[in-house]
């Protein structure tokens, strides 16, 4: 039982280039998100799914684009790598997005660098 | 605004001793509070959850507690070893739990 697992760990991008954030979980949670988190400030959510082929905007959207094809992957992608996405990226996943005493199960999260 | 305050930002501790973490939040509806603890490199991996009816709760070391009254809670570690050291991040649920703010984190350092 791998839990919640995010390739790559880290990855070096210039401006303009795409690139995909790949997560996958083996739990059976309908419930999947991304975050990103900045020095000095909480975890901020980017985009979040409450089962496959359901998406919708977090926080933080603009720049970025997921899907849902199924209930163990949720990649991310950036359309346009910007130096304003520098950031780590965490994957992190539930039962259901209704089960508010469950707890968010984490990736070990991206590290990106955008030059 | 709804806002999750964490303090200190940052502490050293030496090994052994005890330290208290602090966190304030400004939601409502309050459903629930987590603290989270995120080793260096690693994702947040929860050690425990406070509901509204809740005072105290223990996980081995780690005591929390929370006074829904003046929206406060803090994470009490009781002699600390040097794999307390992490980040330690309080999130709260609000709105019927489909909302969630993260505070920014304490960075704790234990010392030998």
């Known amino acids: 039982n791998a839990g919640v697992t995010q390739t790559p760990k880290f990855q070096v991008l210039k401006t303009g280039q795409s690139m995909t954030l790949q997560c996958a979980q083996d739990?059976?949670?309908?419930?999947m998100s991304w975050y990103r988190q900045d020095p000095g400030m909480g975890l901020r959510l980017i985009h979040y799914s409450v089962g496959a082929g359901i998406t919708d905007q977090g926080e933080v959207p603009n720049g970025y684009n997921v899907s849902r094809s199924t209930t163990e992957d949720f990649p991310l992608r950036l359309l346009s790598a910007a130096p304003s996405q520098t950031s780590v990226y965490f994957c992190?996943?539930?039962?259901?997005?209704?089960?508010?005493?469950?707890?968010?199960?984490f990736g070990n999260g991206t590290r990106l660098t955008v030059t | 605004k709804n806002q999750v305050e964490q303090s200190p930002q940052s502490l050293i501790i030496l090994e052994g001793k005890n330290c208290t973490l602090q966190?304030?939040?400004?939601?409502?509806?309050?459903?629930?509070l987590r603290w989270y603890k995120q080793d260096t490199g690693r994702g947040p991996v929860s050690l425990t959850i406070?509901?509204?009816?809740?005072n105290t709760k223990s996980n081995g070391r780690y005591t929390a507690t929370l006074d829904a009254d003046t929206k406060q809670s803090s994470l009490h570690i009781t002699a600390s070893q040097l794999s307390d050291s992490a980040s330690y991040i309080c999130?709260?649920?609000?709105?019927?739990?489909?909302?969630?703010?993260f505070g920014a984190g304490t960075r704790l350092f234990v010392k030998a």
């Open positions: 999130v709260v649920t609000y709105t019927g739990g489909f909302k969630t703010i």
């Open positions: 992190a996943s539930k039962y259901r997005q209704s089960s508010y005493n469950s707890p968010l199960h």
């Open positions: 739990m059976n949670h309908e419930y």
């Open positions: 966190c304030n939040y400004t939601v409502s509806p309050f459903s629930n």
């Open positions: 406070m509901t509204f009816s809740e």
